[in-house]
């Protein structure tokens, strides 16, 4: 089991950043390829962004997201983060934190085991 909770989220006006972090515990954590994807009010869950388990610059991003959005993640302490740039009000949804058993990232919901509560993200206009 992986236990993942994340936080960082609120308001923020557009063209404003935020950094969402989540913390894992639980299985070793350098295991899981990470994600991050969102979801808001009356939509699907999509993919944000993903990272290699061992990180070394080896990311995936959702095409809305491009050049904007920065995930990293730190091993040593179980975190994985994203930096979130360039804020616009269609960022606006839930953000969740997800690890796949995968060395890959990758931008398959179904390829993730394990996932978060969510953090909110409100980007006014």
């Known amino acids: 089991q992986v236990q993942l909770v994340e936080s960082g989220g609120g308001l923020v006006q557009t063209g404003g950043s935020l950094r969402l972090s989540c913390a894992a515990s639980g299985r070793a954590f350098s295991n899981y390829a990470m994600g991050w994807f969102r979801q808001a009010p009356g939509k699907e869950r999509e993919f944000v962004a993903a990272i290699r388990r061992t990180g070394g610059g080896i990311t995936q991003y959702g095409d809305s997201v491009k050049g904007r959005f920065i995930i990293s993640r730190d091993n040593a302490k179980n975190m994985v983060y994203l930096q979130l740039n360039s804020l616009k009000p269609e960022d606006t949804a839930v953000y969740y934190c997800?690890?796949?058993?995968?060395?890959?990232?990758?931008?398959?919901?179904?390829?993730?085991?394990?996932w978060g509560q969510g953090t909110q993200v409100t980007v006014s206009s």
């Open positions: 997800a690890a796949s058993p995968g060395s890959w990232p990758t931008s398959r919901m179904s390829n993730y085991d394990y």
